[in-house]
Structure formats: C-alpha cells, structure tokens
C-alpha cells in the first residue's frame, strides 16, 4: 500500500519518476517496510525514515497518518543520498536534512502548488528561493554560478537552524536538481 503511494507519486512528477529510474538503473531498489522498533532515541519524534544501507524507508505504524509530504520526503532522501552521493555524517546531519525540507517543498509547490507545511521555514525569503528552484530560475546557462547558489543555500540553512554552520556541506542534491536537463 505505502509503496503504492510512492508510485502515484511518481505519476504526478516527471522528475521523480526520472529520478526513480536512475536509481533502478544503478540498482537500488527502495522498499517499504513498518517497523516500530527502529524508532528509538533521535528518531522518537518521526513517523518515517529511510535508511541508506539497505534502501528501505520505514513507517512507524500501519495506520498512521502518512501524508504524501512524508512520503515524497523519504524519497528525497533516497534520492540524495542515491542520487547526490551525499553520505550522512553528525556534521552534516541537519544541513542535509534542511536541504531535503527544501527540497519537500520544491516538489510540492510543483506538484501541488503549495508548501508542505512541514518543518521547513515560512519566511518570503525562503518561499521565494523554494520557487526559484522550482521553476529553474537558478539553473541553466543564465543559471546564478554554483558558488552563490551555495551561499544562499547557506543563508536559509543559518535562518532555519538559528546560526551558522560550523562545518562546510555543499548541497549536492539541490545542484544535482538543478544542472540536470530534465527534459531529455
Ligand atoms: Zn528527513
């Protein structure tokens, strides 16, 4: 059933399903699995995860609410550690769960022209770089240079978390979204 889901997802963005596709081809299958048990210490608040060593995305309860936003930001994070190469470290922990928020929201302004209301931040600073890359105002050959790409990645990473980050992460899932020719 929440496998199901994913696919439907699939149907409503070309993108994803792109995505889905290189994934498949370089071998990773993702999976579904509910399993209470791996929701202890730093994930007691989260009703998902997605593990990157064995490609599976884990639920907390067969009937709990599971939103499309829970499941599109699972994938995300399949696809940016997948897809990205990015590999998660305690440094790089929350940067690279903030890129996968704004990412969240990249794809549900897409796809349902709307933010996910989720953790990601409010402020017109923010929506408005959401939609920016978004519509692929960022990218291209007209496209801002990476570097300034990553220094506004940063300036809504500091907003959302409260301060800067002590170590250095690039947002490889983000530049990774946004140099690709989606529609070749
Ligand atoms: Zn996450």
Redesign the pocket.
């Known amino acids: 059933m929440l496998c199901r889901a994913g696919g439907s997802l699939m149907n409503e963005s070309y993108i994803l399903s792109k995505m889905a596709k290189k994934l498949y081809r370089k071998g990773v299958q993702i999976q579904c699995a509910i399993d209470p048990n791996m929701f202890d210490g730093k994930y007691i608040d989260k009703d998902a995860i997605y593990d990157s060593r064995n490609h599976i995305i884990y639920f907390r309860y067969e009937g709990g609410i599971i939103t499309p936003w829970i499941i599109l ?1 699972e994938l995300l ?1 399949a696809f940016q550690t997948g897809l990205a190469g990015v590999e998660y470290t305690e440094e790089n922990e929350l940067q690279s ?1 903030f890129e ?1 928020l704004l990412m969240t929201d990249v794809f549900s302004l897409k796809m349902w022209d709307r933010f996910s209301n989720s953790e990601g931040l409010n402020s017109k600073a923010y929506k408005d770089f959401v939609s920016q890359i978004a519509n692929f105002e960022l990218s291209g050959d007209n496209g801002i240079a990476q570097e300034r790409l990553i220094e506004m990645f940063r300036e809504r990473y500091k907003e959302w978390a409260g301060g800067a980050a002590t170590t250095y992460y690039c947002p490889s899932f983000l530049i990774y979204y946004l140099r690709r020719q989606w529609r070749n």
Do not use: L, Y
């Open positions: 930001h994070h769960e996968v």
